[in-house]
Nanobody, 127 residues
Framework: QVQLVESGGGSVQAGGSLQLSCAAS?????????MGWFRHLPGKEREGVAALNRFDDTAYTDSVKGRFTISRDNAKNTLYLQMNSLKPEDTALYYC????????????????????WGQGTQVTVSS
C-alpha cells in the first residue's frame, strides 16, 4: 500500500528556516511520480505550495517563490521542501502528495489531481 509520511515541522520565528521531508513507500519507483506539497492554513482551504514532475520540472505558488524549494532524492524515496525566510502567514499544516501520471507544471496542480496524501506536519511561524 502506498504511504506518505511527513516530518520536519516545528515552531520557528519569522525569518527562520525549516526543511520538511516526505518518506514514500509502496511505489515501484518514486522518480516516475509527480510529487507535491500542500498546506492547510487556519480558516482556509487546502492550497498547493509546490510540485515537481518526473522530469524535475517545478511549480510554486506565488507567495513562496524565491523562499521555498522542492526537491527529491529518488534513491531514498524522499521528497523535501526547504523553507527559508519563513513568515507568520506560512503557519499551516503541510501535506505531501503524489500522483502516478500528472506532469503539467504550469502551476501547482489542484487537490483533485492527487491520488495519495500524507497525514501532515505542523509548521508554526511566530512574529
Amino acid at each position: 500500500q502506498v504511504q506518505l509520511v511527513e516530518s520536519g515541522g516545528g515552531s520557528v520565528q519569522a525569518g527562520g528556516s525549516l526543511q520538511l521531508s516526505c518518506a514514500a513507500s509502496g511505489f515501484t519507483s518514486s522518480m516516475y511520480y509527480c510529487m507535491g506539497w500542500f498546506r492547510h492554513l487556519p480558516g482556509k482551504e487546502r492550497e498547493g505550495v509546490a510540485a515537481l514532475n518526473r522530469f524535475d520540472d517545478t511549480a510554486y505558488t506565488d507567495s513562496v517563490k524565491g523562499r521555498f524549494t522542492i526537491s527529491r532524492d529518488n534513491a531514498k524515496n524522499t521528497l523535501y521542501l526547504q523553507m527559508n525566510s519563513l513568515k507568520p502567514e506560512d503557519t499551516a499544516l503541510y501535506y505531501c502528495a503524489a500522483d502516478p501520471s500528472y506532469s503539467d507544471m504550469r502551476g501547482v496542480p489542484g487537490a483533485p489531481v492527487w491520488t495519495y496524501w500524507g497525514q501532515g506536519t505542523q509548521v508554526t511561524v511566530s512574529s
